[in-house]
């Protein structure tokens, strides 16, 4: 008990010197203010020790913040769970599709022509592994018999330079390989 008294004594004297030393007034009521919290502080550290110490305080701290992580990983792993439903990965592909959609509509509308549809693949990493895109004129009606690939007509010619020009720029874009993306010119009806 002596070593606290001594150890009390000594705070009060710095405090109190502490507390003059501010040049001016305005600054002596904060130092006075926390001074006086550590004085509480002192006064009250043998009613910490009684009832938990220092080593209780911290271990329950510690508990605290371990609960708390504990927690975090529950959440995690909720969530994780929740991003691995199918519903999910196919409103993804969706949300994908319809960006791509935009952006090939900007590239095309200077030729005269538009999507048709958009589909996009993901791969078990959730990156984007297959884009199929079939063009069509922006004339065309919306009702479609069926599809003509360009690679099976024979008036390939400007809508397969179209074609591989959008499929050069999705590539460079994406950062994908060239045999991930499908372009296809599927004229109008």
């Known amino acids: 008990m002596t070593a606290y008294m001594r150890g009390f004594v000594i705070l009060f004297v710095l405090l109190a010197l502490l507390s003059y030393l501010p ?5 002596r009521k904060y130092i006075r203010f926390y001074a006086q919290l550590l004085m509480v502080l002192a006064v009250l550290s043998p009613l910490f ?23 975090e990983l529950s959440r995690d792993t909720q969530r994780i769970a929740y991003l691995n439903q ?22 095309l509308r200077e030729y005269g022509l538009g999507t048709e549809s ?6 078990e990493d959730n990156m984007m592994q297959e884009i199929c895109i079939y063009i069509t004129d922006e004339s065309a009606d919306a009702i479609s018999v069926g599809r003509i690939s360009v690679p099976d007509a024979a008036e390939a010619g400007e809508e397969q330079e179209v074609c591989g020009k959008v499929k050069e720029e999705l590539a460079a874009y994406y950062g994908m ?13």
Do not use: H
Not at 177 to 189: A, K, Q
């Open 23 to 27: 040049p001016g007034k305005q600054y």
């Open 49 to 71: 020790a009684l009832f938990g110490g220092r080593d209780t305080f911290y271990e329950k701290m510690a508990y605290a913040q371990y609960m708390e992580k504990l927690s």
């Open 86 to 107: 199918d519903r999910y990965r196919t409103e993804y592909e969706n949300v994908i599709a319809e960006n791509i959609r935009e952006k090939v509509d900007d590239m």
């Open 118 to 123: 958009v589909t996009v693949e993901l791969g």
């Open 177 to 189: 390989e060239d045999s991930g993306i499908r372009v296809d010119y599927v004229g109008g009806t």
